[in-house]
């Protein structure tokens, strides 16, 4: 009986993805372990492997199709003595599985499931009844239903096959809030002239505003929509506090030319941020309290120190994670952060590399900024704000007047997991830490 290839889950909260590229044709042979095709997530673009030998008997979805649903399928894998007839009834077009009870008795085909999906699951379709017409939407898509009372039953799903998706429900919800938000300032507008668009207004109404204007409509891609999903989730869920400390950098500075120097041979350099990292690395197991996540409806205390470093790329962001970075030399910090950061550019990370962690750096001195205040990442406890050095005058602990390269840091705060005083300890050891660097070497 032939099999259905199905599109993966590369990560946890993966709902859909682009079939970025295939890597066989129709009527290859593949063996367990041959790479089929290349996925593209918001985060990474991943080859995954077949786990089953056969005979590609039909790709179902082409190369470059966005939006993909996770368990739909995508390719037919034939079995011996089985023909590409047997597969003319399959779908020919990505779209989200049947239900449970349907795929029992409607699918010609039984599944395999790929070796680098480790989190495949059925998406949930659960039924509600509505004129006897069963409605199809993600887990996400009924969740954000019932918190801004919008009846599925009268929305029309764009997901696949009609499955209602997070989209729909913001759609719905931006037309009842802009409806209600327009009506109540009818009067005021039309006596004042302004124009004036809700933040929850959707882009019909926006568009608007500025149809006399010239400008240049830009398409969300993935990484964006979810860059924008998660840290609007941040900041309204997210209780954010902020501290701030500023680290003078001369020993720092001269100690990192010093080590620069005698790592010429291995052609290693450190950079600043290789002793934030370890820094923030030791601070954590210093103070491990602050150690920690929050979990929903607990909090989870690490003994390893796995920090997340932001790196910018192209049309986004990533933080890969340094995984027990308190117990690795700041040589090998550097050189494992200057590979992630190069394929974190190119989009090669693995999911796990990317995943995790406990605490974030979000260094931006490199730009020039003085200061600024990062976006907590969830679940993380905490993130560091990284400043530029610059040369200030200072008053020094004789009292006389000097000159200092300082560093400002702003460490952004979780307070359902990290209070006032405890934030604060991790701070001031953090800024021990990188005003003393010789000492994180013992």
Known sequence: MPIEILMPALSPTMEEGTLAKWLVKEGDAVASGDLLAEIETDKATMEFEAVDEGIIGKLLVAEGTENVAVNSAIAVLLEDGESSSEVDAAPSAPASPAPAAEAATSSPAKSATLASSPASAPPA?????????????????????????????????????????????????????????????????????????????????????????????????????????????????????????????DNLLGFRGEMNAALAERDVKLSVNDFVIKACALALTTVPTANAIWAGDRILQFTPADIAVAVAIDGGLITPVLKDADQKSLSVLSTEMKDLATRAKGRKLAPDEYQGGSFAISNLGMFGIDNFDAVINPPHGAILAVG????????????????????????????????????????NVIVKNLENPMAMLA
């Open 125 to 249: 379709a659960a039924d509600k009844a509505a004129e006897g017409v069963r409605i199809f939407a993600t887990p996400l898509a009924r969740k954000l239903a019932a918190q801004n009372n919008v009846d599925l039953t009268r929305l029309s799903g764009s997901g696949p096959r009609g499955r209602i998706v997070k989209a729909d429900i913001e759609a719905a919800g931006s037309a009842v809030s802009t409806d209600r938000t327009v009506a109540s300032m009818a009067s005021a507008a039309s006596t004042s002239g302004a124009a004036y668009a809700p933040q929850s207004a959707n882009f019909e109404t926006i568009s608007k505003l500025y149809a006399e204007r010239a400008y240049e409509e830009i398409s969300l891609d993935r990484m964006r929509k979810t860059i924008a999903a998660r840290l609007t989730e941040a900041k309204q869920t997210v209780p954010h506090f902020y501290l701030r400390r500023d680290v003078m950098l």
């Open 388 to 427: 530029a050095g610059k040369k200030k005058p200072i008053v020094t602990a004789s009292g006389e007047l000097g000159v200092a390269t300082v560093m400002s840091l702003t460490l952004s705060v979780d307070h359902r997991v990290i209070d006032g005083a405890l934030g604060a300890e991790l701070l």
